[in-house]
């Protein structure tokens, strides 16, 4: 049974973490996602390519749901890669709105992903 919650809480934070690959699309989803205009071309340039980079992390993520062996390195790239974000914003002194729901989710990401770990060292 624990694995199965496992399982569910990888696909979630996997789709939290995939959620913002629509951004390699182009400008006006990055603007829906973050709230902010990409109006430099070298800006939305790195920024597609974090939409890239976090939708690699999300999909690793919902593999590892299924792919017991593959769990421990998805803790850590889960981690990593939710904190990091909230550790980022937290260091800003005014983070917008749309940077501080985003922090918001990653945290909850990563109360969900510790729930997951716990569980996974309860099993081994």
Do not use: C
């Not at 920024?47 to 769990?71: D, N, P, S, T, Y």
């Amino acid at each position: 049974m624990s694995q199965i919650v496992i399982g569910v809480i990888f696909v979630l934070v996997g789709l939290l973490n995939a959620y913002p690959a629509v951004g390699m699309l182009g400008a006006k989803q990055l603007r829906g996602l973050y709230g902010l205009t990409f109006t430099d071309a070298n800006l939305l340039t790195l920024m597609q390519h974090r939409a890239v980079m976090l939708g690699l992390v999300g999909l690793f993520l919902i593999v590892a749901a299924f792919r017991r062996e593959l769990q421990p390195a998805g803790f850590v790239l889960g981690f990593a890669s939710m904190l990091s974000f909230v550790a980022f914003a937290r260091l800003q002194d005014d983070p917008s709105r749309w940077i501080s729901k985003v922090a918001t989710a990653d945290v909850a990401g990563s109360a969900l992903l510790l729930v997951a770990l716990v569980l996974y060292w309860l099993r081994a």
